[in-house]
Every structure is written in structure tokens, then in C-alpha cells.
């Protein structure tokens, strides 16, 4: 929402409308520091996914901005199509500088014809934000296939199920619920595995199966969309990919010799370092970091404080 500090005026043109969720969360914290939990994942994947969506909506979206008062209010829930990540787009269409309107239903001379409108809304650049296509030019044909309903037969979203031998992974063609990197490292992590000769994949049939299966879990939750394969929630993907090479932590052993980081790692926030307590590559001060993340997270915002600490210590 930049570009409405240039002009007197921006038009936001949107089909279905989307959620705004701020990256500012609860208590000042960073919303990815305060939902992505495993605690509440948890309840996520126990839950219908119509009740998770309802209690997002209703308790933590809706206090802070109500999209009913908008001109094209969501058509999908909140956790079945991308949400706006905004922390400015709230505060400018209550000041008139964006302006949500549907659709375009024509061009103009001078501008555009919004749908439910007769009337032409002068324009000065119109920026098209249609989304993209994916494509590898570099493989050979067949080697990525997609099937008539749309499914990108990937396993993982990684692994092309019909190669002979495991020599190919597809490193971050993942459109998650969260942050990407933490998912392409592990990503990298599993690949290197496999290709260094210490893991192997199911067979062919079986792949296809998982990736049958996904597809069809993702149908029935998230909108229509051509790239409906790739769409995966960041903490359960994470556990899923660490599960295949053993670097998912041992919360059972963790119970009766590690309480402390047990239960860090349920109701604190779900930081990667969980991925190096254990297994090929493990990191031993991968507990300390799980442990002091919210103190480097206070670190920069009260610099004083803590420089001074460490100036004692």
C-alpha cells in the first residue's frame, strides 16, 4: 500500500476480497511468534476446520477490522484462501486514500467501468496483479507432471514419483500457510539425505497414493486453484519432512528427561532450531536457541536493557 503515499488516490479492484492479518500480533509480539504454536496447531488439526475458521475470524481478525464494513467483504474463510499480510491497509481504506471496488468489468478511454457501477472511474495506470504461471524449461517434458484435475504429481512436493532412481527434488515450489525458508532448509536437508545414500523413497505406488491423498485434503479446505497441490501449513509440513530422515524431536523422551524444553516446545513458538535437537546434522546449542528466542526477539527492540546485561555479564 506504498504506492497510495504517491497518489491522492488508489482503487483496490478484487474479486473475492481476502483477510487482512496484521504482522503486528497480540501483546506487540510478531504474529508468527504468537499463532504458529504447536499447542494450537494442534487443536487446528483436531478441530473442523469450519470451527477453527470461525473462532480466527470472530476473536482475533474481526476485533481489529471488521471486512464486513468493506465494499467486497472475503468470500473464502480465512484459513482456506491467502490472507493480506498488512499492517497499513486497514487505516487507508478507513481514510479514503484505498478504495476497495469489485472487479473490472471494462476499459475505458479515460479509465475503468467497475462491476456494479455505470459509471467511469478516471484512471491514471492501471497495475495488474494476476498471479503467475510455473513452469521448468530446464527438465525434460513429463518429468513434473500435472493431471487434468490440476494435481501436481510431486511427493512431498519434492520428489517426481515416477523417476527410476531419486535423483531430482524440487526445492521450494510450495505455496505454505507461514514462512517458506524454514521449509525449503529442510527441504534441502531431507534431499541431501537421500542423495548421500542414507534414506530411500516408497515405491512409485505408494507416492502416488500420498500424493492422491493430499490433494484430496486439500480440495475439500482451501479455494479452487490450479496450484491446489502445493499448498501445505508450515508446522505440519515441517513435521512431515523431519519424520522422513529423524530429526522431529522426541516429545516423549523430552517429557521425562526435559521438561523445561517439552514444554517450550508445545506452548512457545515453533522456531526451527526444534529440527536440530536430534538426528543427522543435530546442533548442540540448538536447546539454547529454543529456549532464549524470545530474549533475542527483546534484544533489538530494547537495546539498552540488554546491552547493559551483557556488559555485567
Known sequence: M???????????????????????????????????????VTWLDKMPIQICNWYFEKFYIEPRFNHKLYNVPPKYHVLSKDP????????????????QKKRIERLTEN????????????????????????????????????EKNGRINLYKVMYPPQLKHPTLAIIGFLLPYGALFPLAEIQCRWAAHIFAGKGHL???RKML???????????????????????????????????????????AKLFFTDIKLFWKLIWGPSVPYQYRLRGPHKWNGARDAILTCKKRLKAPLIPDKYEKKNSQQ
Request: aromatic share 14%.
Open 2 to 40: 506504498n504506492i497510495s503515499s504517491l497518489f491522492p488516490k488508489v482503487y483496490l479492484s478484487t474479486r473475492t476480497g481476502a483477510y487482512v492479518i496484521h504482522r503486528l500480533g497480540p501483546g506487540g509480539y510478531p504474529i508468527d511468534y504468537k499463532l504458529f504454536r504447536r499447542y494450537l
Open 84 to 99: 493480506v499480510v498488512s499492517d497499513h491497509i486497514c487505516s487507508k481504506l478507513l481514510s479514503g486514500s484505498v478504495v
Open 111 to 146: 479509465g475503468v467501468i467497475f462491476e456494479g457501477s455505470n459509471e467511469e472511474t478516471e484512471i491514471d495506470s492501471i497495475i495488474m496483479a494476476t498471479g503467475y504461471t510455473w513452469n521448468f524449461p530446464f527438465l525434460e517434458d513429463g518429468i513434473v507432471k500435472q
Open 202 to 204: 516408497p515405491s512409485s
Open 209 to 251: 497414493k500420498d500424493i492422491k491423498k493430499q490433494f484430496e485434503a486439500n480440495e475439500k479446505r482451501f479455494c479452487s486453484s490450479d496450484k491446489m497441490t502445493l499448498r501445505v501449513d508450515y508446522l505440519q509440513y515441517l513435521d512431515d519432512i523431519a519424520s522422513q530422515f529423524g530429526v522431529n524431536p522426541n516429545f
